[in-house]
């Protein structure tokens, strides 16, 4: 079994709710994509876009079909896929498996020009709910050439019991892919840079556990931008590529699994500025000292 081809039209409709920044619509989202259960459906944000236009999410690459802009994905959630692709097997490598689920949104509790608020279910290939979630997102000026995009989640079992979250990693997978989580996949004309604090490259951030994360790249058309990731919590840490495709995870269970306990919720609160032009380490920090969490 291959993964079907790229799709010819964006699915979604006309009434995807779009979140603008003082009259500007810097992103789309996508509550109801009617996919193919192998691409791992799910609510997703792309376009996502600077303050001057410049598009930073990809969807539906030819080289991860299931690559879906920035969303909230895991691969392994007590044996389901909700990721999307093949499911990394211990012994066997990335295997076709009937293991596909859905995160389905299930109502709104607000909508606004600049705050999204819902709940979602996220639930195993038969249709039953695993996890329920609520999750909200916001969009707020940071300056001129900048805005912030917050997404705020809480993931409670609707199992009764533990439910552990996992990765190709802790499945048995070497070289550090222990992506799943809070998930952008973005989209550059050449390979971007990536940089910490104190470190810079693929190979020196991914699996690291820096307060922030800096990506800059050029988009379509030739604008620059960078954006700059925050918001890890207990346990995750950065997943990074940028050879092979430019991505970036706030991993959940990057190198052991993590559970959301039946006893108690599990909350992230991912934060990422979305600025025009190539920022560095300097003007990232500046950023950072001058924001306000919400």
Same mark, same amino acid.
């Given at each position: 079994?291959?993964?079907?081809?790229?799709?010819?039209?964006?699915?979604?409709?006309?009434?995807?709710?779009?979140?603008?920044?003082?009259?500007?619509?810097?992103?789309?989202?996508?509550?109801?994509?009617?996919?193919?259960?192998?691409?791992?459906?799910?609510?997703?944000?792309?376009?996502?876009?600077?303050?001057?236009?410049?598009?930073?999410?990809?969807?539906?690459?030819?080289?991860?079909?299931?690559?879906?802009?920035?969303?909230?994905?895991?691969?392994?959630?007590?044996?389901?896929?909700?990721?999307?692709?093949?499911?990394?097997?211990?012994?066997?490598?990335?295997?076709?498996?009937?293991?596909?689920?859905?995160?389905?949104?299930?109502?709104?509790?607000?909508?606004?020009?600049?705050?999204?608020?819902?709940?979602?279910?996220?639930?195993?290939?038969?249709?039953?709910?695993? #996890?329920?979630?609520?999750?909200?997102?916001?969009? /707020?000026?940071?300056? @001129?050439? &900048?805005? =912030? +995009?917050? $997404?705020?989640? %809480?993931?409670?079992?609707?199992?009764?019991?533990?439910?552990?979250?996992?990765?190709?990693?802790?499945?048995?997978?070497?070289?550090?892919?222990?992506?799943?989580?809070?998930?952008?996949?973005?989209?550059?004309?050449?390979?971007?840079?990536? #940089?910490?604090?104190?470190?810079?490259?693929?190979? /020196?951030?991914?699996? @690291?556990? &820096?307060? =922030? +994360?800096? $990506?800059?790249? %050029?988009?379509?058309?030739?604008?620059?931008?960078?954006?700059?990731?925050?918001?890890?919590?207990?346990?995750?840490?950065?997943?990074?590529?940028?050879?092979?495709?430019?991505?970036?995870?706030?991993?959940?269970?990057?190198?052991?699994?993590?559970?959301?306990?039946?006893?108690?919720?599990?909350?992230?609160?991912?934060?990422?500025?979305?600025?025009?032009?190539? $920022?560095?380490?300097?003007?990232?920090?500046?950023?950072?000292?001058?924001?306000?969490?919400?």
């Amino acid at each position: 079994m291959t993964a079907d081809p790229r799709p010819a039209a964006l699915p979604g409709s006309d009434g995807d709710p779009r979140l603008a920044v003082d009259g500007v619509e810097v992103a789309r989202y996508v509550v109801h994509p009617e996919l193919d259960r192998r691409h791992g459906p799910r609510p997703y944000l792309h376009p996502v876009r600077t303050l001057a236009g410049t598009p930073v999410t990809d969807a539906f690459p030819a080289d991860h079909v299931w690559h879906l802009g920035a969303s909230l994905a895991v691969q392994d959630v007590d044996g389901t896929n909700l990721w999307g692709g093949r499911t990394y097997v211990r012994g066997a490598g990335y295997t076709w498996r009937d293991d596909h689920g859905v995160i389905a949104h299930t109502g709104w509790r607000e909508r606004a020009a600049d705050r999204l608020d819902h709940d979602l279910h996220w639930r195993d290939r038969a249709g039953r709910p695993l #996890l329920a979630e609520r999750r909200r997102l916001t969009a /707020t000026p940071a300056d @001129s050439r &900048a805005w =912030w +995009l917050d $997404l705020d989640t %809480t993931l409670t079992t609707a199992t009764g019991r533990d439910v552990h979250l996992g990765s190709p990693a802790t499945n048995g997978r070497p070289g550090g892919a222990g992506y799943g989580g809070f998930f952008w996949r973005a989209v550059a004309e050449a390979e971007p840079r990536v #940089l910490t604090a104190d470190a810079e490259g693929e190979e /020196t951030v991914n699996g @690291s556990a &820096a307060p =922030w +994360l800096a $990506l800059t790249g %050029t988009g379509p058309g030739g604008g620059a931008y960078t954006l700059v990731f925050t918001g890890l919590g207990p346990g995750d840490r950065w997943f990074v590529r940028t050879s092979t495709y430019p991505g970036v995870c706030v991993a959940y269970a990057f190198d052991r699994p993590a559970t959301v306990p039946a006893g108690g919720p599990r909350r992230r609160r991912h934060r990422v500025l979305v600025a025009d032009g190539h $920022l560095d380490r300097a003007a990232v920090a500046d950023r950072l000292d001058r924001s306000v969490w919400p």
